[in-house]
């Protein structure tokens, strides 16, 4: 079924959510203050307590023209009055306003005006022409000051209300969309990890949406061209291994029976000439032995397979032993090896054998390109963390191609060939680290030629 479902149809449907709840809502708050005017009448005092009042006054002119009373009783000190006879003032409040009131003019005027939120209210009694009041009261009252406050308040929201509730909507309903949308990339984002960590089986689900719905077409398509290439490469990869395996193992068979022909010639000649020669096809043997040996560890390095033992492991105890096992070529060419750790460094979680191994590579390498008289550094450093081991050698560097090569297998120059260096050490070192989530990196530090290896200080999960 077609979708018309689209992200630029959610935002226009965003704008007119925000306007319409803006306008119900305001609405809805015009209709409460309308019912709360109808409950609590703000024209108390001019209703009600004003009337009461004039009630009062009426009854008691008589005593007043006779000057006989000179008090009026008031109970409200918000509400102020000023009684005058044949002009003349005769009684008035205690806080009646000072000034700015011409009695003529107001007399003469409008009855009844409204300044500075008072209302000015003037009343001539029908039978008794000559007295005469002005009332001073609060002009929007309900005769209680909370509900006045409150009103004041409401006020000033009703006021503000429009862009409040704006504002309001406008960020819940933002909120929501984004939030729709964020779900929507991290259901993304989760399944693109997924494919980074190999999982092409679970396909990204459909959305209701064109924009998303046409991202997940696509990743899904990617994933199974993915998955295809992946297995078509797997494929390739178990025979290229099966076959590799094979012919590894099926050159040992000749270059057995070459090295046996060999020594069998050497002791049947007396030719010195034929002694060196057979000598020199000896050491190639081994040479090409020990290389298919250490190609078919790659191999099985490179299989997801292979299972590692994790156990507590002292490493300056593997430290020392494999130093120990370079100590007779240490004195052929007069190396000082320099330790520099501590005794009571935290334990490394890790495969002993795999740690032994790369020890061994990184020292064989070390000690063999190093100089006569040089020196080799062993440092180790631990944090909570990981604990690193540090071995440089003076004498050689590492090329400028090799730091960039990322372990890559290579003879890297003629040097490297004569010293019977196949480039594979560092390359097989890298591979069993990364099967322990450690690592390894190589630089040229103070004119030294130095490996770095960092290894977890916890059981890897």
Not at 112 to 126: L, R
Not at 229 to 243: M, N, Y
Not at 328 to 339: D, G, N, Q
Request: hydrophobic content about 40%; charged content about 25%; some cysteine.
């Amino acid at each position: 079924m077609k979708n018309n479902y689209s992200l630029k149809r959610s935002f226009h449907l965003l704008v007119i959510k925000v306007v319409a709840s803006t306008a119900a809502l305001f609405a809805v708050i015009l209709i409460l203050w309308l019912i709360w005017l109808s409950v609590f009448p703000r024209d108390y005092y001019e209703k009600v307590y004003s009337k009461s009042f004039l009630n009062s006054v009426e009854k008691e002119i008589p005593s007043l023209l006779l000057a006989k009373n000179h008090t009026i009783q008031n109970k409200d000190s918000k509400f102020q009055y000023l009684i005058t006879i044949n002009g003349k003032i005769q009684i008035k409040s205690d806080n009646f306003p000072k000034g700015g009131i011409k009695l003529n003019e107001t007399s003469n005027g409008i009855h009844s005006f409204v300044e500075n939120n008072n209302i000015y209210s003037f009343k001539v009694f029908d039978h008794y022409p000559d007295v005469k009041i002005l009332m001073v009261y609060p002009a929007f009252s309900t005769g209680n000051q909370i509900l006045d406050y409150v009103n004041v308040v409401f006020q000033y929201f009703i006021v503000a209300s429009p862009v409040l509730l704006f504002i309001f909507f406008l960020s819940f309903f933002t909120t929501k969309l984004y939030r729709t949308i964020h779900s929507k990339f991290k259901i993304v984002e989760i399944h693109l990890k997924e494919i980074e960590e190999g999982n092409l089986s679970t396909p990204l689900p459909n959305f209701n949406d064109k924009e998303f719905g046409k991202l997940s077409k696509q990743v899904n398509k990617m994933r199974i061209e993915l998955k295809s290439l992946l297995d078509e490469s797997r494929k390739k990869f178990i025979v290229q291994k099966q076959l590799f395996s094979s012919i590894a193992h099926d050159v040992r068979t000749p270059l057995t029976i070459i090295n046996a022909e060999t020594e069998l010639l050497e002791l049947l000649s007396d030719d010195l000439a034929v002694h060196q020669r057979c000598s020199v096809i000896t050491s190639e043997i081994s040479r090409i032995d020990q290389l298919l040996t250490e190609l078919l560890k790659i191999a099985r390095l490179n299989t997801d397979n292979y299972t590692l033992k994790y156990e507590e492991l002292n490493i300056i105890d593997i430290l020392q032993s494999t130093i120990l096992e370079f100590s007779s070529l240490s004195k052929m060419k007069k190396i000082t090896i320099r330790r520099h750790y501590n005794d009571n460094l935290r334990a490394v979680y890790c495969d002993q054998l795999m740690v032994t191994r790369i020890i061994q590579n990184i020292l064989s390498n070390a000690v063999e390109h190093v100089n006569v008289n040089g020196e080799i550094d062993c440092s180790v450093i631990d944090s909570p963390l990981e604990t690193i081991i540090s071995i440089s050698n003076t004498g050689s560097l590492f090329s400028d191609e090799y730091l960039e090569g990322e372990f890559t297998p290579f003879y890297s120059n003629k040097l490297q060939r004569e010293k019977e260096h196949f480039g594979l050490g560092l390359y097989m070192s890298d591979l069993m680290i990364k099967k322990m989530n450690g690592s390894i990196s190589i630089k040229n530090e103070s004119r030294r030629a130095t490996v770095v290896i960092a290894l977890k200080n916890y059981p890897a999960r």
